[in-house]
């Protein structure tokens, strides 16, 4: 089973990785229009928002791949150097404490994305749902990911 969920979240990273890398093309290619219209003609309305937006998204999936490579903050050099079972206990405490707070941040996520649901952006005009919407699905692909790390160190890897 573990096995299985593995390989489910390396084809979760590698279509992220290919999302992230789009999306930071498409800023690059919003970003450079927005800055060839201020210059030469009349600024986009558009462009502005777009940017952001992509912005708030590939900040939420780029913390999904890090989560996934552990490259978040964290402090190990006291469970390191803790006698042998102690470092795996330490692992799966913080797997659980992820796992809860990504839990809980779905939650918020879900219950903002429905208060957001009547408004729409100013230039773009799509539902600001659709950009809130980036908030639980990463967490709950992050809380996935914590779910195989408590699996993992339990299983003691």
Not at 10 to 24: E, K, M, S, Y
Not at 128 to 139: E, G, K, N
């Amino acid at each position: 089973m573990l096995a299985t969920l593995q390989r489910v979240e390396g084809v979760i990273d590698a279509v992220l990785q290919r999302i992230a890398f789009a999306g930071v093309v498409a800023l690059i290619g919003v970003m450079s229009l927005q800055i060839v219209s201020r210059l030469f003609f009349n600024a986009t309305s558009w462009s502005e928002e777009t940017a952001r937006y992509l912005l708030i998204w590939l900040t939420f999936l780029g913390a999904c791949l890090a989560f996934r490579r552990g490259r978040h903050i964290a402090v190990s050099v006291i469970a390191d150097g803790l006698p042998s079972p102690i470092p795996r206990i330490a692992k799966a405490l913080v797997a659980i404490v992820a796992l809860v707070f990504m839990i809980v941040l779905v939650w918020v996520g879900l219950d903002y994305m429905a208060l957001q649901s009547y408004q729409q952006s100013p230039a773009l005009q799509i539902p600001m749902s659709a950009v809130y919407a980036v908030m639980p699905l990463s967490a709950g692909i992050m809380g996935f990911m914590a779910f195989i790390d408590l699996l993992e160190a339990l299983a003691g890897r």
